[in-house]
T-cell receptor, first 112, second 114 residues
């Protein structure tokens, strides 16, 4: 059965203090790994898609990387506006191939 | 519109009542998804449409849940005889492709069953 596990569950950073969020996964036939950001009371906002091991993508202070077992979301010099829940999801052959299987998320708080 | 629109934003239903939740996807998007998100959890897949065809309904928790997208655009998620455990945020997402392309989410409908 597909599994997506995110760690830590919660993370508190000082503004400017870089860190990484982890998403480990066990699936059969990865089609894509997705990162989303979710603010309270809102739907998830798309950040990145990674398709194969070794792939990296960047957007402002965020950088996502992928290996065969896990993905990292690196946050460089975060600002308070980066505070949100970060969700990781996988799309795989082992389910219908359409559904995104989400982790529980990492709740990030960046303090000034 | 510019994004995925869901209505109503909030719905309070008495236990046993039927509810209908609406999703207006981004214009031209082929794929449409429904997810259920409980408090403090990640979204859980309910069902998937490709145009008007419902290709995957494996995540629907019971036969009280029904979804349709008759003209390949607007979709409705219907829950019959609501129960307390149905209380959650229901999210709709759409994407332009049919494979592993990014999906864009609406703000969700928060359903509370009392």
């Amino acid at each position: 059965e597909d599994q997506v596990t995110q760690s830590p569950e919660a993370l508190r950073l000082q503004e400017g203090e870089s860190s990484s969020l982890n998403c480990s996964y066990t699936v059969s036939g990865l089609r894509g790994l997705f990162w989303y950001r979710q603010d309270p009371g809102k739907g998830p906002e798309f950040l990145f898609t990674l398709y194969s091991a070794g792939e990296e993508k960047e957007k402002e202070r965020l950088k996502a990387t992928l290996t065969k077992k896990e993905s990292f979301l690196h946050i460089t010099a975060p600002k308070p506006e980066d505070s949100a829940t970060y969700l990781c999801a996988v799309q795989a052959d082992s389910n219908s191939g359409y559904a995104l299987n989400f982790g529980k998320g990492t709740s990030l708080l960046v303090t000034p | 519109g510019a994004g995925v629109s869901q209505s109503p934003r909030y719905k309070v239903a008495k236990r046993g009542q039927d509810v209908a939740l609406r999703c207006d996807p981004i214009s031209g998007h082929v794929s449409l998804f429904w997810y259920q998100q409980a408090l403090g959890q990640g979204p859980e897949f309910l069902t998937y449409f490709q145009n008007e065809a419902q290709l995957d309904k494996s995540g629907l928790p019971s036969d009280r849940f029904f979804a349709e997208r008759p003209e390949g655009s607007v979709s409705t998620l219907k829950i019959q005889r609501t129960q307390q455990e149905d209380s959650a945020v229901y999210l709709c997402a759409s994407s332009s492709g049919t494979g592993n392309t990014e999906a864009f989410f609406g703000q969700g409908t928060r359903l509370t069953v009392v």
